[in-house]
């Protein structure tokens, strides 16, 4: 299967320099590794998604499958920032970049700020990006603290963010095993959170609100 729609993606990437038709390839592709794994996704607030505008996804980070869900059940064109040497894997990193995902070396100064800089490209553009604020996924299943750079980039696009909290995949794979066990993850989308003004101060304010309504639906669920 990934050979498969990792080719399509890419002959589609050739033709369409958006990367929206080779980004709705890879979100079939996320819906199906879902199904075919045993991976029920159950989505609550789809009705928040707002379909007329690009937002910005604030999301908690628990497993491998946070990216399948999203990828797969948000029904919007998304644009990933992802670490640079995934786009050099066959098929899928081809498929990554015909789809207009953002490479990014989180270790280079520079090419960090390039990869912020496309990313404000591609939500002007009108696509929605997803954030995981932890910037690595759990260790131990408790949500840890959002590092800034969601709200800064929010304030730079001017576009709202939108709280989702997921629960269910660190139970598939957790971090550092390969033992797989199939079962439910639940994707709880919140109303956005918009920011007015460039105050740097009340942007932190709204990264942690965004923070405590992510862990008040993660801890209900």
Not at 80 to 104: D, N
Not at 139 to 166: C, N
Request: glycine share 8%.
């Amino acid at each position: 299967m990934s050979i498969i729609l990792g080719t399509v993606a890419t002959v589609l990437g050739v033709f369409d320099r958006s990367g929206n038709q080779s980004h709705k390839v890879a979100a079939l592709w996320s819906r199906l590794i879902c199904e075919w794994n045993g991976i029920r996704v159950e989505v609550s607030g789809a009705e928040n998604v707002l379909v007329d505008q690009p937002q910005i996804f604030i999301a908690n980070h628990q497993g491998y499958y946070d990216i399948f869900a999203l990828a797969g059940y948000l029904a919007v064109q998304l644009r990933w920032v992802s670490k640079a040497v995934l786009f050099r894997v066959p098929f899928m990193g081809w498929a990554m970049r015909a789809a207009s995902y953002i490479p990014v070396e989180r270790n280079n100064r520079k090419q960090s700020y390039q990869a912020f800089l496309n990313t404000l490209e591609a939500i002007k553009a009108g696509s929605s990006i997803v954030i995981f604020p932890e910037g690595t996924r759990s260790e131990d299943g408790s949500i840890g603290v959002f590092k800034k750079g969601s709200h800064l980039l929010a304030q730079r696009a001017k576009v709202p963010m939108v709280p989702v909290t997921i629960v269910g995949t660190r139970n598939i794979i957790r971090k550092g095993s390969m033992l797989f066990h199939p079962g439910t993850v639940r994707v709880i989308i919140f109303p956005c959170i918009t920011m007015d003004g460039d105050d740097v101060k009340k942007g932190d304010e709204i990264l942690q609100k965004i923070r405590n309504i992510i862990c008040k639906n993660f801890k209900t669920t």
